[in-house]
C-alpha cells in the first residue's frame, strides 16, 4: 500500500473487524436460549453489548485518530 | 387531532424552508446548490445524515424483515455501524482532496483518479441504477405511510402523487440548503417520535420483559441462535450494506459539504452509534409483532410497523398520539431520504453524464438549470413504476446494494493503490457485476452469502491482484 488516510492504522481495522466477527453469533449451540437478559435471549445480548463496544471503539479512533488538518 | 390536518401542517412547514434554502443560496453554481457551498454545521450535518441514512427501509422494511427472521435481524445494528466504519478508510483523504477541487459528485473523484472517461461514466451508471431502485423504495414507502397516518383517508396513490410533488418542488427550489434544513425537521420528528414511544417500550409498558417467552411459544425458531447460513447473512450483510452504504452518493456529497474536518468527525462520531436507538428500535417492533400476528405473507410482512402501531394506538389517546408522530416521523425520514437521492441523482446525470461528455464547456447556471428540469423528469418516471408495487421493499434494497458495492474498490482502492489503473478497475467492476446479477436474477445466497458481497470481493481480488503484477513486472 502506497498511504493510509490520515494516522488510521490497519490495526484500526483489525480492531473493528474483530469486534464486529465476535457480534457475530457464530459460536452458540441452537438451543442456546436462556437466560434472558433486558429482554434478549442471552445471545442476542452479547451480540448487542458487542455492537456498544463497536460504536465506541470506532468513535475513539473517530475522535483520536482523524487528523484534523485543514 | 385529525391526521389529515397534522399531515398538511407538516408539509406546510417545508416549503418556506425551501423558499429560505433558495433566498440563502450565495451563488447560482452547482457547488451552491448541490453542496451547500461547502458551509454546512455540525447541527444540520448531523441531522441531514441522520435523515438521509434512515429512510423508509428502517421504518417499512426493517420491522417486516424483524418479523420474518425473528432475533437474528439484530444483525441490522452492526450493519447499520459498519456504514460509519467504513468511511475510515476513505473520508479523511477525499475530504481533502474534495475540498481543493471543489468535487460536486462522488464521480468527481473517480474522473480525478484515473482520468478515463469510461470508469467515471461506469460507476455514474451504477451509483444511477441504485438510486433509481432506492427513490422509487422511498416513493412506494411513502404511499404505505400517508394510508397509514390518515387511516386509508388518503390512499396510497394519492399520496404517492403528492409528496412526490412537495419533494421534487422543495428540492429543485432550495438544492442541498433546502434538503439539509427539511432533513433537520424532519430528523427531529424522528428523533422525538422514536424516544417518545421507545421511553413507552423500555420503561416496561409494552412488556418486553415477556417478549421472548411468547415469542418462544409461538414460532420458537425465531428466537433459537442462528444456524450458520443466517450467520453468514449476518456477516455478509455486515459487508454489503457497510460498503455499500458508505458508498451513497448523496452520503458521500455531505463529506464534502462539512463546514469543516472537525464538523465531520463529530457527526460520524456520534452517527456510529445512532443504530443503537433506531435500528434497534425498528428490530424490536418486527420482534412484538411475532406473537400477535401469525403466518403473514412476505407482501403482508412489510406492513408489519402499521399492524403493531395500529394495536398500540388502541391503547390510550397519548398513545394514540405518539403513534401518529411516529408514523409522521416515519414520512419524514422517507421523504428526507427521498429529497436527498434526488438531488444526488440530478447531479450525477447533469454533472457526470452531461457535463463530462459534452464536447465544448457548459456554463454552470445551464447545468443547474439541466439539474433542475432532471429532478422533475426522473420523479414522473418512477410514479409510474411507484404506482405498481410488486417485489418487497427489503428485495428493492438489497439490489440496490449489490449494484453499489461494486463500485467501492475502484473508489477507495484509488487512494491506497497508486499503480491500479482505470482498465484494471473496469475488469474488476464487469466482473463483480456479473457476478451480483447472476444471483439476483438466480434469486439465491450463495453459502448464505449475497451475490453482491461475493462479486465484490471477485472485484476486489481483481484490482489487488492486477496491481501486484504490475508491480512485479514494473
Known sequence: ?70 | MNPVILLLLYLCLLIPLAWLGHRCSTGRTPHDFYIAGGRVGFVVLLATLFATQYSGNTFMAFPGKSYRLGYAFLMSVPFMMAIVLCYLFYAPSLRRVALRFRFVTPCDWIHHRYQSLPLTLTCAGLMTWALLNFLLAQLMAMGHAVSGITEGQISYTTGVLFLAFVVVLYESVGGMRAVAWTDTVQGIMMAVAVIFLGGWMFTGQADLATLPERILAVAPEKIQPPNWKVCATWASSIFIVGVGGSMYPQAIQRIYSAASTRTLKRTLAVMVFLPLVTALFAAIMGWMAIPEFHSLEKIESDKVMTLVLAEIAQLGPLLNFAVLLLLLGALAAIMSTADSVLLSLSSILVQDFYAKTSTRAVPEETLLKYGKITSWLLMAVLLIFALQPKVTLWRLLELKFEVLIQVAPAFVLGFYLRRLTAGTALIGIAAGTSIAMVGFVQETKWFGCHPGTIGCLVNLAICLTMCRRGKRSS
Open chain 1, 1 to 70: 500500500m502506497d498511504r493510509l488516510p490520515s494516522n488510521f492504522r490497519l490495526r484500526h481495522g483489525i480492531l473493528l473487524g474483530t469486534i464486529l466477527f465476535a457480534g457475530v453469533p457464530w459460536y452458540w449451540t441452537e438451543d442456546t436460549v436462556r437466560p434472558f437478559i433486558l429482554g434478549l435471549p442471552i445471545w442476542a445480548f452479547v451480540s448487542l453489548a458487542m455492537s456498544v463496544v463497536l460504536a465506541a471503539t470506532a468513535a475513539w479512533i473517530i475522535i483520536r485518530h482523524w487528523k484534523d488538518d485543514e
